[in-house]
């Protein structure tokens, strides 16, 4: 069974352009997380997503959205990036919408020049 | 604010010592307490305990839950260098019956093995 699977696995952007990063949930799983990693932070929520409905969002500016399509793959994009937008960010897929046992994905490595 | 606290940030041991990490949790509605080994970029879930499930035990790790504390603690007995990682600490809070997919993180703890 393929796990989570995270596209691309690093880029390289400058201030103001925007990305969006891909992730594909394992395969029935239907909620979807999307978490910042840096290492001054750590781990922060961003959005969660189910049924291709944003039910959670985490403390981040609007730069920062999300949506899910009906097969459960999700996109997170973030515009006018700044420096400190630099950071690991992690996919999560869950079976039930209900749990807190995600499974992660290998992370999109974004840095911002 | 839900917050989460690890203690210590790093650790360094010899293969075959014993460890024991700590985790200090404040949630509002706490719904369960999550583990986690991060080892190279994906975390992988270790254990969930919950007001009904307090002690988990899998191999050589086991965790427990102390909810008159509020901390929970992480024991690996024989370490092994497989076993150097950074391992996360996440509380889980109860939003009617769903936490909504957010997990509150701590900042990790780095366990180094060494042969």
């Known amino acids: 069974k393929a796990g989570v699977t995270q596209t691309p696995r690093y880029l390289i952007k400058t201030r103001g352009q925007q990305v969006t990063l891909s992730c594909s949930p394992i395969?029935?799983?239907?909620?979807v997380s999307w978490y910042q990693q840096t290492p001054g932070q750590g781990l922060q929520f961003l959005f969660e997503y189910f049924s291709e409905t944003q039910r959670n969002k985490g403390n981040f500016p609007g730069r920062f959205s999300g949506r899910q399509f009906s097969n459960s793959r999700s996109e997170m994009n973030v515009s006018t990036l700044e420096l400190g937008d630099s950071a690991l960010y992690l996919c999560a897929s869950s079976l039930s919408p209900n749990t807190g046992e995600l499974f992660f994905g290998e992370g999109s490595r974004l840095t911002v020049l | 604010e839900d917050k989460v606290v690890q203690s210590p940030l790093s650790l360094v041991v010899h293969e075959g010592d014993t460890v024991t990490l700590n985790c200090s949790y404040e949630v509002t509605n706490f719904r369960s307490l999550l583990w986690y080994k991060q080892e190279k970029k994906a975390p992988t879930f270790l254990f969930m305990l919950?007001?009904?499930?307090i002690e988990k035990k899998s191999g050589r790790l086991s965790s427990i839950l102390d909810k008159k504390e509020l901390s929970s603690i992480l024991n690996i007995t024989a370490t092994q260098t497989g076993d150097s990682a950074i391992y996360l600490c996440?509380?889980?809070?109860?939003?009617?019956?769903?936490?909504?997919?957010?997990?509150?993180f701590g900042q990790g703890t780095i366990l180094t093995v060494h042969p």
């Open positions: 919950t007001s009904s499930g």
């Open positions: 996440a509380s889980e809070a109860d939003a009617g019956g769903t936490s909504y997919g957010k997990l509150t």
């Open positions: 395969s029935g799983h239907r909620s």
